[in-house]
């Protein structure tokens, strides 16, 4: 049970099975026995009704199923508002190698708009950014799925570094800033420790030379030209940090951290603020769960190993199973829009699945054709890169300064749906 609705002063019930089977290699649970356990739990659930029944009732072992004894006399009920529906978020393992075309086909079918789509493309054009960088360094003599596996992986960690600050900038929109694994759209359920340390040598030494200047463009491009002091000022103005107001002193103290307040030239650093876990109390440097993504644990100084279940307090994360295959797992959050029911949940899933076996599909063929294809002959992504590149070329002089406007990034492209346009990189809520 999980999460209090809005509607009602009960707790909701959730749902989350064991890794599903993407791959004929992976050793997980079959789709079809998932399918059958959730239609099963389901159907149990809406026999509550609206008077409820206790679990004990509803989840008899003669039926087959496994109760925890503490749990035994909890009540479940229907709420009338909510009779049957859902809200669904997908995890899918997919290849590496295969992530950005597979994330890049989901996203355009299945993404919503809002905050977290806003977060995700400014990681997009920064990643692009860097991806076309090392391709003009290494001058296309590295593969190119190197590179898109370069921008894949600063697109996800980038998204995750800025969602703590962005949730808190946006309590002046009305974004309570509780969770800021709400304004990650894909959340990578394996560590990003773990995911540095599948990266080929090529890209874990890209990222040790260019890590701090990386870090330096997400605050210039998210929170660049003195957003801060607006920000801090508009929420004092807005009476939002006063004493009665819940939560103030841990957003006050992280504000600050993050050069929000009292910033004095107005610049922010989202990397000098602790994050104070809401169950634990726990406080994690952003700085160093960046640096896992930037260097790998242990590497750079004695880089602190975060876990994404610690730092974003999830409950489960996908490290030492099949990590040798080079797989990634990504939460899809907010790709369930017009999924109102458990079968259409599952239709969903079907059809997310359907796009990574197309992508893995895709990245066997190009393997196949490179083999075919002397390197000489093959056609060089370096044309294609077209504006990135020459952006590319002023990251060294804009990022050695760790000063400055922001990099020069391609234009923001107008989000309909009434989401309003972010001010340099700065998301707010329409």
């Given amino acids: 049970m999980t999460d209090r609705t809005a509607m009602d002063s009960a707790f909701i019930a959730e749902m989350v099975s064991?890794?599903?089977?993407s791959r004929p290699d992976e050793p997980?649970?079959?789709?079809a026995i998932v399918d059958q356990a959730v239609v099963q739990l389901n159907s149990a659930l809406l026999s509550a009704g609206p008077r409820g029944k206790s679990l004990e009732d509803l989840f008899k072992s003669s039926d087959g199923w496994q109760l925890n004894p503490i749990f035994k006399k909890a009540r479940a009920r229907t709420l009338p508002r909510a009779f049957g529906s859902v809200h669904a978020q997908f995890t899918q393992s997919i290849d590496q190698?295969?992530?950005?075309?597979?994330?890049?086909?989901v996203n355009e079918r299945y993404l919503e708009a809002g905050p977290w789509k806003e977060n995700y493309e400014t990681a997009d054009r920064i990643a692009r950014v860097y991806g076309a960088l090392f391709w003009q360094e290494s001058k296309g003599r590295q593969p190119e799925n190197d590179r898109k596996l370069l921008e894949n992986h600063l697109r996800i960690a980038i998204s995750h570094w800025a969602a703590p600050t962005i949730s808190l900038v946006n309590i002046e929109q009305g974004?309570?800033?509780s969770f800021p694994k709400d304004l990650i759209p894909v959340l990578a359920r394996k560590d990003f420790g773990a995911?540095?340390?599948q990266l080929p040598p090529t890209l874990k030494n890209f990222l040790k030379l260019r890590g701090e200047?990386?870090?330096?463009?997400?605050?210039?491009?998210?929170f660049g030209s003195g957003t801060g002091q607006k920000v801090g000022d508009a929420l004092v103005g807005k009476g939002l940090l006063r004493p009665d107001q819940p939560n103030h002193v841990a957003i006050n103290k992280m504000l600050r951290n993050c050069g929000i307040l009292d910033s004095g030239d107005g610049n922010v650093d989202v990397f000098s603020g602790l994050l104070e876990q809401l169950a634990t109390g726990r406080r994690i440097a952003l700085n160093d769960f960046a640096n896992n993504a930037l260097y790998g644990p242990y590497?750079?100084?004695?880089?602190p190993y975060i876990s994404s279940a610690d730092y974003f307090e999830i409950h489960t994360t996908f490290n030492a199973r099949n990590s040798a295959l080079g797989s990634q797992y990504y939460e899809?959050?907010?790709?369930?829009?017009?999924?109102?029911t458990v079968h259409r949940a599952m239709r969903r899933s079907q059809e997310i699945e359907s796009c990574a076996q197309t992508a893995y599909g895709r990245l066997q063929a190009s393997r196949l054709a490179s083999m075919a294809t002397p390197s000489a002959a093959r056609p060089s992504a370096l044309s294609n890169a077209g504006e990135a590149l020459r952006r590319a070329a002023q990251v060294r002089s804009a990022s050695a300064s760790h000063r400055g406007n922001p990099l020069p990034l391609a234009p923001r492209a107008t989000e309909a749906r009434g989401v309003q346009q972010p001010t340099h990189g700065l998301v707010r809520r329409g």
């Fill in 213 to 222: 200047d990386i870090k330096h463009t997400v605050n210039v491009e998210y």
């Fill in 18 to 21: 064991d890794a599903i089977k």
């Fill in 97 to 105: 190698y295969a992530a950005a075309e597979f994330l890049q086909d």
């Fill in 175 to 177: 974004f309570d800033g």
């Fill in 28 to 31: 997980f649970l079959e789709p």
């Fill in 299 to 303: 590497d750079q100084g004695g880089v």
């Fill in 332 to 340: 899809l959050r907010h790709h369930a829009g017009g999924v109102d």
């Fill in 195 to 197: 995911l540095h340390d």
